[in-house]
């Protein structure tokens, strides 16, 4: 899907038509679902079907782009694909690794999801990316926080704020990122080892001085998926050349690692990036699977929930495909520290379980009036990230 | 630091301290319950022990508060702010005091609650890559308890052997490093806190990410508005095996601050990029004797760090875009001995200034780096208007920059002068796209310039994120975000931003 570039004429006529339509909605006492590509639907918690949709799709383009300042400002309806073709032109990039789901995706639905790809492990999240934001709120004002520069601490940090909030704060119009340089060099390497050892080696290693860019370990398609079956640890190294050659060289030579070919390591690592990856495919043997997203502090050990794995970022990110009920994945994630969602599952399980781990009662009391005064007549996104909310 | 000078008084008429001294009635009852509380070595309440926290590192704005608080348990912190609470009694979280813009500045009617007695370094994880301590404990000292491990605590801020964690995450702090590793909230996992009604509260995880909001990053820099700090978990990262620095010698300010823009614009992100003018160079070498060239208009300073393949191949790359970029000398560190020499110039900016001049007035800003000659020039002109010297160093890789203004505070005048000087550096910066503040903070020092940044409905919406924390407004009260009134009274338009160039495009 291509992008839909206004000039500033047509985007501010945009604005104004956008802002007529929140206080119709708002005099009606209705909401609005926010949507881009849609491609993030799946994600997170559903929505009144019925609600009527605010598109951004029409609000797109890159406003400015200046490589030597690493920033790059677009409208929330831009294809994240056109952005990232405009970034490549100049050696630059996404360096969190958004994913582009069927290969769309927009701007907006990036951020409102704030979703991040294999470059997280090394480069941040996506939210360390936003320098900036426009967002619209109920009364049609326009508001522009955070900027084009990366040092910036005037006021509350509403671009964070904004970053994975799923669109129930306001509407995003316009996001400042920060790019980074494509790295000098890259290198994939690929190790067969078990699931468990995986996770100390991963640890071991980003407590040293590598440039490890992106890891994950995949089971071997024969091996059996429970007790921590056998796989492969794929270890992506990026940077300085001579860096990058020196590490491949040394884990040849201690852990028995083969070197991959660029361009199958590119699609590995797109296809996960993406989720194309056979691993985020319903599993045809039992459709009481569903797919959680289990995110653990470093160095938790393998946790005794049985199902397919998946792991990526050291191990502190852990798909999982099991058809155990919510409440024994989440305490087990729990106990460790972390959190467990819903990733893929039908509307219902998610409706009925939710999406999110609760918060605890102070947090759900700090969402409940953040949202009450950021958006006090619940026109956006009314429940998509927690229920309720 | 800000000049240290007593008498200035100046800063009373500024502070829209809202509160009422506490009657002798208020008073009491606000003894007798924190001595019911805490013991009595856990607080002050006379005048004279009061008197080294009426200020913090913005040394021009003073308040003595009704009583200070040192407590050295969260259960302790959560009884105070109970406490204040119920008697509606203001309350001021302070570090160690190191903040340059006022933020910790007490209220005369309120509680300064101090985390200095809470510095315990709870646990350094080396295989988690990560370090559990008290808000008190010493940003540097985090650095010193994992370097066995060969691991650190990026942000360094210049205050770092005495600025506090704690503090640290209120003003979001960061440092010569920040280009390359970030800012505090880039390396910040979780903090556990108290909401001012005294309610226990986890912002974050020990996981890469937590559900809902991202609470933790508002936390970060809200300048002690939202919550209190009581424990923090911050990354630690593997030190890099080597550092070299390129010092470069610039005959132009404004080849410098394009070199700046080569150097990223080539796809290198320095682990420190720094620049200093030619007076500010001649003030530390005076100092430090670091071996600056004197008479270059500007020297850049260009670090590499990563393993010796990295850093060799990283700095052959530097000395070609410097060379291209018109430098006129290059040196590069040799040794790590000389590598702190050439950084120690640079660090000791700040003594240096008060070295050759009786105050002098720091300001932080950041622009867009391509703009950086052009702000060197504007800087220049102001000199002249206001008659004022002013010495240039800047976190030229971020944009961020750090003009010293020279004055003397017992010339009547001068200071007024200076402030002027300084908020019309700060408005020149949102002209250019940036911000009024970089990692120095808002506090009471820049209330005014947020009415020039921030449009009424942006300001409108922190305060609503204010109240959402915080409804009776009794944390920190009166800092940062200005009131609708107060902006009003001050008279300055909001400026958009980017207005000069490119008036068709949006921009912020």
């Given at each position: 899907m291509q992008t839909h570039a206004l000039t500033e004429a047509q985007a501010q006529d945009w604005r104004t038509k956008t802002a007529g339509l929140l206080e119709d909605t708002r005099r009606q006492q209705r909401a609005l679902q926010i949507q881009g590509?849609?491609?993030?639907?799946?994600?997170?918690q559903p929505m009144d079907p019925a609600l009527p949709v605010l598109s951004t799709?029409?609000?797109?383009?890159?406003v400015a782009y200046d490589p030597s300042e690493l920033v790059v400002v677009a409208r929330a309806g831009t294809a994240l694909a056109d952005l990232e073709a405009v970034l490549a032109e100049r050696?630059?990039?996404?360096?969190?690794?958004?994913p582009r789901f069927g290969g769309r995706g927009t701007v907006g639905g990036m951020v409102a999801t704030g979703l991040s790809g294999?470059?997280?492990?090394?480069?941040?999240?996506?939210k360390d990316y936003v320098l900036g934001l426009s967002v619209m709120n109920g009364n049609g004002a326009l508001m522009r926080f955070?900027?084009?520069?990366?040092k910036n601490v005037a006021g509350y940090d509403m671009s964070r704020l904004h970053t994975?909030?799923?669109?129930?704060?306001g509407l995003i119009l316009e996001v400042s990122l920060k790019v980074l340089p494509e790295p000098a060099a890259r290198c994939t390497v690929h190790i067969a080892c078990p699931r468990g050892k995986s996770i100390g080696w991963a640890d071991q290693w980003l407590s040293?001085?590598?440039?490890?860019?992106a890891t994950a370990w995949v089971a071997d398609a024969?091996?059996?998926?429970?007790?921590?079956g056998q796989g492969a640890l794929m270890v992506r190294f990026a940077g300085a050349a001579a860096a990058v050659d020196a590490a491949v060289q040394r884990f040849e030579s201690s852990y028995g690692a083969t070197r991959l070919a660029e361009a199958p390591a590119d699609a590995f690592w797109t296809s996960l990036r993406d989720q194309?990856?056979?691993?985020?495919?319903?599993?045809?043997?039992?459709?009481?699977h569903r797919l959680w997203r289990l995110s653990v502090p470093a160095q938790?050990?393998?946790?005794?929930?049985a199902g397919a794995c998946l792991l990526e970022w050291g191990g502190a990110l852990r798909w999982l495909w099991t058809n155990k009920p919510a409440t024994e994945v989440r305490s087990a994630a729990a106990s460790v520290g972390g959190h467990a969602s819903?990733?893929?599952?039908?509307a219902e399980d998610r409706h009925r379980?939710?999406?999110?781990t609760p918060l605890s009662p102070v947090l759900q009391g700090l969402h409940q009036r953040i949202k009450a005064e950021l958006d006090p007549h619940r026109l956006f996104n009314p429940g998509r990230l927690v229920a309720g909310l | 630091m800000n000049a240290p000078t007593p008498s200035w008084r100046l800063g009373e008429l500024r502070f829209d301290d809202t509160t009422q001294p506490l009657s002798p009635e208020k008073h009491q009852r606000l003894v007798a319950a924190l001595s019911a509380q805490l013991?009595?070595?856990?607080l002050v309440f006379d005048e004279e022990p009061l008197k080294p926290y009426e200020?913090?590192?913005?040394?021009?704005y003073r308040r003595l508060p009704a009583a200070v608080a040192l407590p050295r348990t969260e259960a302790q912190v959560a009884e105070v702010l109970k406490i204040c609470s119920a008697l509606e009694i203001p309350v001021v979280p302070r570090g160690?005091?190191?903040?340059?813009?006022?933020?910790?500045?007490?209220?005369?009617?309120g509680v300064v609650l101090s985390t200095?007695?809470?510095?315990?370094?709870?646990?350094?994880?080396p295989q988690a890559r990560r370090a559990r301590v008290q808000p008190g404990v010493r940003n540097l000292a985090i650095s010193e308890a994992a370097a066995p491990y060969g691991l650190y605590y990026a942000p360094d801020p210049s205050s770092q052997i005495a600025c506090s964690i704690g503090g640290n995450v209120a003003e979001n702090s960061g440092g010569v490093?920040?280009?390359?590793?970030?800012?505090t909230v880039h390396n910040i996992l979780q903090v556990r806190g108290l909401t001012m009604t005294g309610d226990p509260v986890v912002f974050g995880?020990?996981?890469f990410d937590s559900p809902g909001l991202d609470l933790l990053s508002l936390l970060i820099g809200s300048e002690g508005m939202l919550a209190v700090v009581t424990e923090v978990t911050v990354k630690l990262i593997p030190k890099p095996a080597l550092a070299r620095v390129v010092m470069a010698s610039f005959d132009d300010v404004e080849r410098a601050g394009q070199a700046v823009a080569d150097l990223i614009g080539a796809g290198i992100i320095p682990a420190g990029l720094e620049m200093m003018d030619k007076p500010m160079t001649a003030a530390v070498e005076e100092f430090?004797?670091?071996?600056?060239?004197?008479?270059?208009?500007a020297i850049l300073l260009c670090e590499s760090d990563g393993t010796p393949e990295e850093v060799e191949e990283e700095i052959g790359r530097m000395k070609t875009v410097l060379s291209q970029s018109g430098a006129t000398e290059l040196t590069v560190s040799a040794s790590e001995a000389e590598r702190l020499r050439f950084w120690s110039g640079r660090k000791n900016a700040f003594p240096a200034s008060g070295r050759i001049s009786a105050d002098y007035y720091c300001i932080d800003g950041t622009i867009p780096r391509r703009r950086l000659g052009e702000m060197l020039r504007k800087i220049a002109a102001l000199e002249k208007k206001y008659g004022l010297r002013c010495l240039n160093v800047f976190h030229a890789g971020d944009g961020n920059l750090h003009p010293l203004i020279l004055f003397d505070?017992?010339?009547?005048?001068e200071f007024e002068a200076t402030e002027k000087f300084g908020a019309e550096i700060l408005e020149t910066c949102v002209e250019f796209?940036?911000?009024?503040?970089?990692?120095?903070?808002?506090?009471?020092?820049k209330v005014n310039s947020m009415c020039v940044q921030f449009s009424q409905d942006e300001r409108l919406a922190f305060l609503a994120v204010k109240r959402a924390f915080d409804p009776e407004g009794l944390?920190?009260?009166?800092?940062t975000i200005p009131t609708l009134h107060r902006c009003a009274e001050y008279g300055r338009m909001h400026v958009q931003s980017g207005?000069?160039?490119?008036?068709e495009l949006e921009r912020f």
């Open positions: 590509h849609g491609s993030k639907a799946f994600y997170g799709l029409e609000y797109g383009g890159v050696q630059q990039r996404l360096a969190f690794e958004p294999p470059g997280r492990l090394a480069a941040g999240p996506c955070g900027g084009t520069v990366m994975g909030a799923m669109g129930i704060l040293e001085p590598l440039p490890v860019s024969a091996s059996p998926q429970s007790d921590g194309t990856h056979g691993f985020f495919r319903f599993p045809q043997d039992d459709p009481q938790t050990p393998d946790l005794p929930i819903l990733y893929l599952g039908s379980e939710g999406c999110l | 013991p009595a070595d856990c200020c913090d590192g913005l040394s021009g160690a005091g190191t903040g340059l813009s006022g933020g910790a500045t007490p209220h005369r009617g200095a007695r809470l510095r315990q370094i709870l646990a350094i994880e490093h920040c280009l390359k590793y970030g800012l995880s020990e996981a430090v004797h670091a071996g600056y060239d004197l008479k270059a208009a505070a017992a010339k009547p005048g796209g940036g911000t009024i503040t970089g990692e120095h903070g808002v506090g009471l020092e944390l920190n009260p009166g800092k207005v000069l160039r490119f008036p």
